[in-house]
Structures are given as C-alpha cells and as structure tokens.
C-alpha cells in the first residue's frame, strides 16, 4: 500500500485493492478487507502490526480478544499462528463489520470456519484461563486495565496496546511529574504487571498510524 496515509479513517474498498500487489500474507489479508469494504485503513494497520508482533513473541494459545469491535485482530492471529484452536470475541455489541469481515476471511481462509465466535457481553462477565492469550487493541481508558485485571486473574498472557487515556480514573503512579500523563498510566501498568510476577515486554507499532502506539506484553512466571 505505497503512498498511503496509515492513519486514514477512510474505509477500506476495492478501489484501494488495485493498489495492494503480492501474494504476502499482509497483502493478501489487506485485499480481503478492501473486498469486505466495511473498516478504516487506520484500524487494519493496527491489526496487521499489532498481530505480528504478538505472534514473534507468543504464539499457541486460545484467544480471547476484549472490547473486540470488528474482530480483524483474531483473524490475523490465527492466520499467523495457525496451533491457536480459535478465539473468542468479546465486546458489549457485536458490529455489523465483524459479520461481513468474517464471511470473507472465510471464504478466502476455509481453515478460519467454527473457529472464531462472538460474545455479546460485558468485560466483567467474562472469564479467561490460563492456556487463553488475551488481547485488546485500544481498548478505551480504563477497559485496557480490565482486560490486564482478567488476565492476571486467570495467569494468562497479556497483550494490549491501549488508548484513551483517563486521566481521572486510571492510576498515574504517581508519576504525573515526570513524565506525560498517558505515558505515566502505562509505566504505573507496566509494574502492575511486574507486581502480579509478570514478565513483561514494552513496543511500539509505527507512530504514522497513531501515536498511542505503545504495546503491552505480559507472561505470568
């Protein structure tokens, strides 16, 4: 996808597929989102680039991916790491994008088929174990703080690159005076981390899609 802007909202379509060439894993997934036309060009790059590096480092494992939206991370994870058995989707509603992408990933991915479900349903009522790999690509402010606190219930492995930062209730550490406060929220997660014996991993995705492109990831030892 040369020359374009990677933080675009504008919708991914068919038009945009004449400009993805190859037959690479990215570029044919970036052709299956253009066919769906449903997603903005920024939420795929974040997808593919968050997906790629939680695969270098982690891979097996159910998913489970909270505040889920359209549910292109668990596509893509699977499609790299094909030992998960398959994912479950949870968000408080299901997005009419998530039917759409999934037709079409399945189509081109007969292999995806009963693998991936979608749970109407809130954080809190939801459990993890500890052979789930739990994911969340921005979840907003404090959601990304439920999602390590299920992880850690559950000792499972954690990846989130969050978003949003609430200055009110999410917990600074203290560390307000030293640093930007959305940078202090994740270094006050990142030892929550460490605190509950987790080993953990701080990356970056490419700050041309967004610059809350800091990404979390934890393994219970």
């Not at 889920?68 to 299901?94: E, F, K, P």
């Amino acid at each position: 996808m040369k020359n374009l802007d990677k933080s675009s909202h504008n919708i991914l379509n068919r038009y945009t597929a004449k400009r993805i060439e190859g037959e690479t894993l990215f570029a044919r997934i970036g052709r299956a989102v253009c066919e769906a036309e449903c997603l903005p060009r920024k939420e795929f790059f974040e997808a593919w680039e968050t997906a790629r590096r939680v695969r270098r480092q982690m891979r097996g494992g159910t998913i489970l991916e909270l505040a889920a939206g359209h549910g292109l991370l668990s596509m893509i994870l699977i499609l790299l790491d094909n030992t998960s058995s398959g994912s479950r989707c949870v968000d408080i509603a299901r997005p009419t994008t998530f039917a759409r992408l999934l037709e079409v990933f399945e189509t081109r991915w007969p292999r995806l088929k009963n693998r991936i479900v979608y749970l109407d349903q809130q954080i809190e009522h939801t459990t993890a174990s500890e052979e789930d790999l739990v994911v969340s690509v921005h979840a907003c402010g404090v959601l990304t703080d439920q999602v390590l606190g299920l992880a850690e219930s559950a000792r499972s492995r954690v990846a989130v690159l969050p978003c949003c930062h609430d200055f009110k209730n999410c917990d600074r550490g203290s560390l307000e005076g030293w640093m930007d406060g959305s940078l202090a929220i994740d270094a006050t997660r990142v030892a929550r981390l460490r605190s509950k014996g987790y080993r953990v991993a701080t990356l970056q995705i490419p700050p041309e899609i967004t610059p809350k492109n800091r990404l979390l990831l934890g393994w219970p030892t």
